[in-house]
């Protein structure tokens, strides 16, 4: 069991950059690799990025490749997505998720535990 809380959304003019963090609390992180998802209006929740349990891997979506950094420090048992050059397309509610044992998968399906989401705004 693990408790997952996200933080750092907010309104950003695009080109601009956010910091989000994913806290958790409960099992041992480094037992999870962990993922970042979004979700726009109207659209299914979309794969960003993803984390082996070490760290020492990363999956990209496309469309952020470049542009986003997932990182994480299992000392302080947080995940960070680093957002740079934003455009108004990443407008979305950003999630992250926990896969017990896992690898850094980009579906939603091999995630066990998610987080309450926070809100990304990108203004033209």
């Known amino acids: 069991q693990v408790t997952l809380v996200e933080s750092g959304g907010g309104l950003v003019q695009a080109g601009g950059s956010l910091r989000l963090s994913c806290a958790a609390s409960g099992r041992p992180f480094s037992s999870y690799a962990m993922g970042w998802f979004r979700q726009a209006p109207g659209k299914e929740r979309e794969f960003v990025a993803a984390?082996?349990?070490?760290?020492?891997?990363?999956n990209y979506a496309d469309s952020v490749k470049g542009r986003f950094t997932v990182s994480r420090n299992n000392g302080m048992n947080t995940v960070y997505l680093q957002m740079n050059s934003l455009k108004p397309e990443d407008t979305a509610v950003y999630y992250c998720?926990?896969?017990?044992?896992?690898?850094?998968?980009?579906?939603?399906?091999?995630?066990?535990?998610w987080g309450q989401g926070t809100q990304v705004t990108v203004s033209s």
């Open positions: 998720a926990a896969a017990y044992l896992g690898n850094p998968a980009l579906t939603t399906r091999e995630y066990d535990y």
């Open positions: 984390i082996s349990r070490n760290g020492g891997w990363t």
